[in-house]
């Protein structure tokens, strides 16, 4: 980043975050409150995952890869993931009532980060409740219900915890605690997405990867459910 800043002469705030696979997204997240609290009006969220040479992957029966060299999100058949290359930034600047006469994709409201201490199922593995825990924290910030929600870009990695327990499941967990279940004959769809179906894992790019796609999707005003 403090290169990045040094070559385009960009002051205000200039750091990396490590956080493993939410290192992107926390990045928007640290981004966001600078602007809101005045450390700069603009900002630049990037993240970069590559891998090169490519030497494939082994399965290896309990560990993280896909069995089959597929990745499926939510799936009954899911066996693993796949990692994937990923390089994205992000614009994030101030609203000031369209008048910049750039385009806008969305519009980003309320952020939220929290950690799940020792309460997740194993320490590479999430908590349902701290999910949930961030997404009522964003919502209550951007002063919205649970039915105003119409689509979660989901992280959903398509891992299995023990006893060929899909580690997504946990995930769903937390979004329905958060946003309460849908009843189909009433309520409108929840659309749970996933851009990993499409590229794989991407590491510590993997949020924001999937921020950029939920922009995009706002921005076209279209959702593609898992």
């Known amino acids: ?48 995952s590559l891998t090169f040479p490519n030497l494939g992957y082994k399965f290896v029966d309990g560990l993280v890869h896909s069995a089959d060299g597929r990745v499926r999100p939510l799936d009954v058949a899911a066996s ?8 994205g930034v992000l ?32 320490y590479s593995a999430p908590s349902a409740l701290a999910q949930a825990r961030a997404i009522t924290q964003s919502t209550r910030r951007a002063r919205l219900t649970g039915r105003d929600v119409d689509a979660v870009e989901l ?11 899909l580690g997504d499941a946990i995930e769903v967990s937390g979004v329905t605690r958060a946003l309460g279940v849908r009843e189909a004959a009433t309520d409108a769809p929840l659309r749970l997405t996933c851009i990993k179906g499409n590229i794989g894992h991407a590491n510590c790019a993997a949020g924001l990867t999937g921020l950029l796609k939920a922009c995009l999707m706002l921005g076209h005003d279209t959702a593609t459910p898992i």
Request: glycine share 14%.
């Open 155 to 165: 992280h959903a990695t398509a891992t299995k915890l023990g006893d060929a327990k």
């Open 1 to 48: 980043p403090t290169r990045v800043s040094y070559q385009l002469g960009l002051t205000g705030p200039s750091v990396s975050v490590g956080s493993a696979c939410s290192s992107s997204l926390v990045a928007c997240a640290l981004a966001t409150t600078a602007i809101f609290v005045g450390d700069c009006r603009a900002a630049l969220v990037g993240g970069a």
């Open 91 to 122: 614009c994030l600047e101030v609203d000031d009532d369209g008048n910049s006469g750039r385009p806008i994709l969305c519009q980003l409201v309320a952020t939220s980060v929290t950690n799940d201490g020792r309460a997740k199922a194993g």
């Open 80 to 87: 693993g993931t796949l990692f994937g290359d990923s390089v």
